[in-house]
């Protein structure tokens, strides 16, 4: 790295890109009072190839957990080539990245130009249902010559998930039944998807969802061409430890069998948070301290509003250039920073006693639905991004 460090942001322009040994280095490199995202881009493409080894069908990346495009590379160097998008633009962004990668329109609302546009400009075949209105769009904005009409169907909230996917969308089993039969009828190829919601700490969940699409493809009667089984596959937080995931992927080897489905059908999955969560942390620097409250300067509008809407922990670690801090830790409270109160993080995180302004803390596990969701709320929008080759820090509390 070359000369002084750069305190501050990077004027407008695009990211500059990175490379560094370690997260220290880049502490000592860019001393940033701006917040750093520090990607693994070996990780990210060694969980992609992982997963794909271990999963009985065809993984799709869910783009929305994290469209940045060095993550979007490192997944497709891992060998991820479908992608589960949801909007013209994240379309346009796979296709036009990746000339061999397939998207798949796994949205079950779209405006008709969407549909359109994705079909006319990028040969998009695969469009997600869970109305009868919406397939009559479908089939009127595309021709619906060589469509696939994939049924989203609504599962049974467990609650063990951290979100529940089912709530905003899905069709209840009788009108999946009804889609199915209903896009059959009207020429179109068929196939059935769920979610069982996000960061699903119980591998049964996946077997339940199956036996349930079974019932369905059963009552329907229509050889369905594809089965997408959703994301959910979790992520380690301080917090959460779930089950491996082998247990997963025994659940749902097991549920695929239960319902003895035609080998010829395609199994899709569509994981976000399992392929990213791992790959990226977040370098915050503490701008004040009082008492047991640190202001830092990312918050709920930035990376992390996830730790806002759900249990979750990200471990956290203290990084500091000059001199060692304490060993002994204490429980300190994360202000973000922007004006409003209602920026802070729920709880609280143990840190070294004496941590103090200009410290930096790194907050491991943020690769998932964090740059995606950020504002730029009070003019504060976390966009650098560096490279690290190294692993990041086991999930720890
Ligand atoms: C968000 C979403 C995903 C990804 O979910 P994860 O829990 O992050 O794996 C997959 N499919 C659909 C339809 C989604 O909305």
Redesign the pocket.
């Known amino acids: 790295m070359d000369g002084k460090p750069d305190t501050l942001k990077p004027s407008g322009g695009p990211r500059q890109k990175r490379r560094y040994d370690d997260v220290f280095s880049v502490v000592r490199a860019m001393e940033p009072s701006y917040p750093v995202y520090c990607l693994r881009p070996d990780l990210l493409t060694k969980t992609a190839k992982r997963f794909i080894s271990m999963f009985p069908g065809t993984v799709l990346y ?1 783009v ?2 994290n469209p940045n495009a060095e993550v979007l590379n490192a997944l497709y160097q891992g060998g991820i080539r479908h992608f ?1 998008t ?1 909007s013209l633009p994240e379309i346009a962004q796979i296709c036009e990245t990746y000339p061999d990668a397939h998207a798949y329109f ?1 949205h079950p609302v779209k405006a008709r130009a969407a549909i359109r546009m994705t079909h006319k400009a990028y040969g998009i075949r695969h469009y997600v249902i869970d109305h009868e209105c919406e397939l009559t769009k479908v089939l009127e904005e595309t021709g619906g010559r060589d469509i696939v009409i994939i049924v989203r169907l609504k599962t049974e909230d467990t609650g063990d998930s951290l979100y529940d ?1 089912a709530s905003k969308f899905g069709a209840p089993p009788d009108l999946a039944v009804e889609l199915l039969r209903a896009a059959d009828a009207r020429g179109c190829k068929t196939g059935l ?1 769920f ?1 069982i919601g ?2 699903c700490r119980e591998p049964k969940v996946y077997r339940k969802a199956l036996a349930l699409t079974g019932e369905v493809i059963a009552r329907a009667g229509v050889e369905i061409e594809c089965l997408d089984l ?4 979790p992520a380690n937080y301080a917090n959460a430890k779930p089950p491996p995931l082998e247990n997963y992927m025994a659940e749902i080897r097991g549920g695929l069998k239960d319902i003895g489905l035609n080998p010829a059908v395609e199994i899709f999955c ?5 392929l990213v969560a791992a790959g990226c942390s977040l370098l915050t620097q503490v701008q004040l301290r009082k008492g047991e409250r640190l202001y830092i300067n990312d918050g709920i509008y930035g990376s992390l509003s996830e730790m806002v809407q759900v249990d979750i922990r990200m471990p956290v670690r203290l990084i500091r250039l000059k001199g060692e801090a304490s060993e002994t830790l204490r429980p300190f409270s994360l202000n973000g920073p922007t004006c409003d109160s209602l920026d802070v993080i729920p709880g609280t995180f143990e840190l070294p006693e004496d941590v103090r302004e200009g410290d930096w803390i790194e907050i491991d596990q943020v690769g ?1 639905y964090s740059n995606a969701l950020a504002t730029h709320f009070n003019g504060f929008y976390p966009e650098t991004f560096v490279e690290v080759h190294d692993s990041p820090p086991a999930a720890e509390s």
Not at 230 to 233: A, V
Not at 270 to 274: D, I, L, S, V
């Open positions: 869910a929305k957990c589960d949801a796994m996917l998807a979610h996000s960061q959703g994301g959910g596959f569509e994981p976000g948070r399992a998932a």
